[in-house]
């Protein structure tokens, strides 16, 4: 297979995000209510407080909001789970949900022939999760999980220690999450290409991006394949057998992002046959996963609980998006961070 590799310059070009359509202003449209649940209106609420046109609704439980819901024009911090459906359906007056998380495949496919705007924390979460993925891969490219096992000095290896500097990693979306990764694969001297929908200006730390329809040509070229995309019907699955096929003997696979992106039977198949010498999974399909799956008593896995967001940096981040969110939505502005809901990021 033919080596997809354009040499690009190495600049820097500074991006801006483009926001929905504005609101009308609260002059215009009346009283606002912005309601959240009991704990995340601390954030935000000397904000609505000093609002003339706006009153703060606070529900002790998802239950209660949803007994309050037609009242609400926000929703910041939308629960999630089944509730959500209902929020939605109930809220005739609602104009802007804001979610707690990066991944929307629980809320877009609601939302999206009605007339409110989605917002997420997408870039938010970057840097943990980044350095999260990086932890994952130098758990096992140093083998660090074969010696945390010992009880005595032992210095054999289960996997090979091998160095970062001119492997090739394959990041799969390169938005807010996977920007972070290339950055950080590219501080440790890795050529970064990655596969992206959108058209990614010309980035410095990475060689490369391409088109989803072009993965399988691309695989064959990685040595680590870290997935950070959206989970949308598009990412479903994506990979799979054939995908694991095409991809180096001996390849690292890191999954940060949703467990619904890998087959998981392919990827146990891969793991017990050696084209994967190891993964490491912060997500997995199913999930929870069950005792007694294979992952678990796979030496070469590392599976953490879905935990890759936990940051001491997290709340400051989301408080201060969360206040200028509020702050714009009463103000009759654009907001931060808008979701694509037909697009499902």
């Not at 046109?53 to 089944?82: F, K, W, Y």
Request: charge should be neutral; hydrophobic fraction near 45%; aromatic fraction near 4%.
């Amino acid at each position: 297979m033919s080596r997809v590799d354009i040499r690009r310059p190495r600049v820097l070009l500074l991006t801006v995000a483009l926001l929905a359509t504005p609101f009308a202003s609260s002059e215009e449209s009346g009283a606002l209510t912005v309601c959240a649940l009991q704990g995340t209106q601390d954030m935000f609420a000397d904000i609505v407080e000093q609002h003339a046109d706006a009153t703060l609704q606070v529900s002790a439980s998802p239950a209660q909001m949803l007994e309050n819901v037609a009242a609400c024009n926000a929703i910041v911090g939308m629960p999630g789970g089944r509730i959500a459906a209902d929020l939605i359906r109930l809220g005739e007056n609602l104009q802007w949900i804001q979610t707690f998380s990066a991944g929307v495949e629980g809320f877009a496919p609601l939302l999206v022939d009605r007339e409110i705007v989605l917002t997420n924390v997408k870039i938010l979460q970057g840097p943990e999760i980044a350095d999260h993925a990086m932890a994952l891969l130098l758990n096992f490219t140093r083998d660090l999980k074969f010696y945390n096992e010992q009880s005595q000095w032992q210095r054999n290896a289960r996997l090979p220690h091998i160095e970062l500097r001119g492997k090739t990693v394959l990041v799969i979306g390169l938005g807010g999450i996977g920007t972070q990764i290339a950055q950080r694969a590219s501080a440790f001297d890795m050529r970064v290409i990655a596969i992206d929908p959108k058209d990614i200006p010309l980035h410095r730390d990475v060689a490369y991006v391409g088109k989803p329809d072009e993965l399988d040509a691309l695989l064959p070229q990685a040595d680590v394949v870290i997935s950070s995309v959206p989970h949308t019907p598009q990412t479903d699955q994506m990979l799979g057998a054939k995908q694991f096929s095409l991809m180096k003997d001996g390849v690292y696979l890191i999954n940060v992002s949703r467990g619904r992106i890998v087959d998981t039977d392919a990827l146990v198949a891969a793991l017990r046959s050696g084209k994967v010498v190891a993964a490491g999974l912060d997500v997995a399909d199913p999930e929870p996963l069950p005792s007694g799956h294979p992952l678990w008593s796979m030496p070469n896995v590392t599976i953490t609980p879905h935990i890759a967001t936990r940051s001491d940096r997290l709340v400051e981040r989301r408080t201060e998006l969360f206040r200028t969110n509020v702050r714009r939505f009463l103000d009759g502005q654009p907001l931060r961070h808008v979701v694509d809901k037909r697009q499902g990021y």
